[in-house]
């Protein structure tokens, strides 16, 4: 077990007059429960604890939008819907064009950004001849402006930590949640001297 300053991603509520920030699925302050197309996530550097059992925090890969930011994750489905045609749900392009398109690709957001760039070169479809919509990836592109000449997928993907909520609260919960209130004058003592030394009776 050992701490380490890590970048670790958490929502932002997009609830009018809440904008708390959190780990889990919903807002802990309005328990409105998180929507990707509206509510930002970012990443704050944070000291968390690494190498225990079961793992609090595990990384992962993003993409982080190259306009507003937002980190967002990229799955296979994502890349399925986009190479069909959205009024005629026909495959764009033929295996063998795919074939092409993706042959020195290694991973998703590699294919992603070479299926994009096809999308943009095809301009209609080839079934049904209708228009091929220029929508960036980013899902909050769906409520904050984003210009339709940017796809919203960076260059490279991000590793950030997430926390995987297999065991109890996290040292941030901790330092956020525990009622102050309940502890009583006892603990008020205790609280003024928390961050005195140790004196040299105290061998910690
Ligand atoms: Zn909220
Ligand atoms: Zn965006
Ligand atoms: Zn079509």
């Known amino acids: 077990m050992r701490l380490r300053l890590a970048p670790v ?93 993706w042959k020195d690709t290694d991973t998703l957001l590699q294919r992603a950004r070479k299926l994009e760039r096809g999308r943009r070169r095809l301009e209609v479809c080839p079934h049904c001849a209708g228009s091929i919509p220029l929508e960036p990836w980013c899902p909050l592109a769906r409520t904050v402006p984003h210009a339709s ?23 941030e919960e901790l330092q956020h949640t525990a009622p102050d209130g309940a502890w009583g004058t006892v603990s008020e003592e205790l609280t003024s001297t928390l961050d005195e030394e140790p004196t040299d009776a105290e061998q910690y």
């Open 9 to 101: 991603e958490y929502k932002v509520c997009a609830t009018a007059d809440c904008g708390g920030t959190y780990e889990g699925e919903r807002c802990p302050h309005c328990h409105a429960a998180f929507d990707p197309t509206r509510g930002q996530k970012e990443l704050a550097d944070r000291l968390i604890l690494v190498a225990v059992d079961p793992a609090m925090y595990e990384q992962t890969h993003r993409c982080r939008c190259p306009v507003c930011k937002n980190l967002f994750d990229l799955r296979e489905e994502n890349v399925v819907v986009r190479a069909q045609c959205h009024h005629c749900a026909q495959p764009l392009f033929s295996r063998t064009q795919l074939r092409m398109l």
């Open 149 to 171: 000449e940017v796809s919203g997928l960076p260059q490279n993907s991000s590793v950030v930590w997430v926390r995987t909520f297999h065991s109890g609260a996290s040292l």
